[in-house]
């Protein structure tokens, strides 16, 4: 039996040492306090409970690290743009911190390869990179502290990424951008769905989008949400010169 102790407690201090230098080397210091990271990156389908017997999950690191990346952008923005009112500085951070943005940095640092679950990680959907990013700072504030999780929300986000020019040209979101428009016009717009089926069985979405009962664009997706993400994307194109002079 002690042998077999032995055995495992080595094994657990071997990964726990790859893990240790992968982690410190994704966050450009050494952890503290590993436990943090490991709860960063645990799904709840892995149904660990911690010594109290409360579940553990990357969840609620995941709030945690998303309050903590927004009052840093927010803070970055304030100090950057002198002239930003509330409404353009609320613009700029929701531009910074999208749920596409966030899963691509996430991505970047390929922290899926270090998720527990007992699911597949072909079976998690695209917001899983940017979850675990997240719940990353979330960790980092726990471990180190403030000053450390905005040293590294400035260097993996803010000096890579963050350029004002650029994102003040850059559409979050056509669906709102049309709406803001045809409101502002006066126009009446709707969008139909319905359900399609791919060649290959997929189910699929379809949207039509109309404005003023015409249909100006029409999208396909796997969701109801980017379909008609993309109809809107499509119509913008088509009024773009309109939209753009307004």
């Known amino acids: 039996m002690r042998i077999l102790r032995k055995i495992f407690s080595k094994s657990r201090s071997k990964e726990n040492g790859i893990f240790f230098n992968s982690i410190a080397t994704i966050l450009g210091f050494d952890p503290i306090n590993l436990d943090f990271y490991s709860k960063a990156f645990t799904h709840r389908s892995s149904n660990r409970i911690d010594s109290a017997g409360n579940p553990v999950s990357y969840e609620r690191l995941e709030f945690l690290g998303d309050a903590m990346l927004s009052a840093v952008i927010a803070a970055h923005l304030f100090n950057e743009v002198p002239t930003g009112d509330e ?60 000053d450390a999780c905005e040293k590294f929300i400035q260097k993996r986000v803010i ?30 717009f709707h969008y139909d769905i319905y359900e399609d089926n791919a060649m290959d069985g997929q189910r699929l979405f379809g949207v039509k989008l109309s404005i003023d009962d015409k249909v ?30 307004k």
């Open 87 to 146: 409404g353009y500085l609320t613009k700029m951070r929701s531009k910074i911190v999208s749920r596409e943005h966030l899963n691509e940095l996430g991505k970047d640092l390929n922290l899926i390869q270090f998720i527990e679950s007992k699911v597949p990680v072909q079976h998690f959907g695209e917001n899983i990179h940017g979850n675990i990013f997240e719940s990353l700072i979330g960790a980092i504030y726990l471990d180190k502290g403030y």
């Open 159 to 188: 000096e890579p990424y963050v350029n004002i020019s650029r994102l003040e040209g850059k559409v979050i979101s056509y669906k709102s951008l049309i709406i803001e428009w045809c409101q502002k016009e006066k126009k009446t």
């Open 216 to 245: 100006i664009a029409k999208a396909r997706a796997t969701s109801k949400k980017k379909a008609e993400e993309k109809a809107s994307q499509r119509a913008y194109f088509a009024f773009q010169e309109k939209m753009d002079r």
